[in-house]
């Protein structure tokens, strides 16, 4: 790869790694899955940089969907739920009960089945349209559309007015 080509792919990872880490933490509920997750989603770009650079981060976050919706796929796989351990949090003050609040709904999100978390993500985390989804998941508008629903109904059943509250799914 051409100098400035590879100067350009280190500069879209300064620019661009944090918010590709948090979709992948949104996605998989643990860091280091989510580091690993973009690490080879990386890998894979810069093999195609010459290719994609136009356009890098519509190309890598394909690739960070597609091997995730890739594992779930995988015959046999486990079907685990990955749940981080939260301190107690004091809930004195609007700040405190905020920060409760948002642990509250993290916990409920990684609680959902991966492919409804990953409908979450894209559509509110990304805000991204249904069709947008469908195309990055490999399945149509109405199966976005029902997962979407169901996982709201599941999250809204575990946080209740909380998801609201705090300016969350539509």
């Keep these: 790869m051409r100098q400035s080509l590879e100067d350009e792919f280190t500069a879209f990872v300064a620019a661009r790694g944090q918010s590709l880490l948090r979709i992948a933490h949104a996605l998989t509920g643990d860091r280091e899955a989510a580091q690993d997750l973009v690490q080879g989603a990386l890998a894979k770009a810069y093999a195609k940089w010459p290719r994609i650079h136009t356009d890098a981060e519509a190309y890598v976050r394909k690739i960070i969907y597609n091997d995730r919706a890739s594992a779930w796929r995988r015959p046999g796989r486990q079907n685990e739920v990955t749940v981080a351990e939260v301190p107690d949090v004091a809930t004195s003050d609007h700040h405190d009960q905020h920060v409760a609040d948002r642990l509250t709904v993290q916990r409920a999100l990684l609680s959902l089945p991966a492919r409804q978390r990953a409908v979450l993500v894209m ?48």
């Design 123 to 170: 559509r509110y985390l990304e805000d991204r349209s249904v069709e947008e989804t469908a195309e990055a998941l490999g399945c149509r508008p109405g199966t976005v559309a029902s997962q979407a629903s169901r996982a709201l109904v599941k999250l809204r059943g575990l946080v209740g007015d909380r998801l609201t509250s705090m300016g969350g799914a539509r």
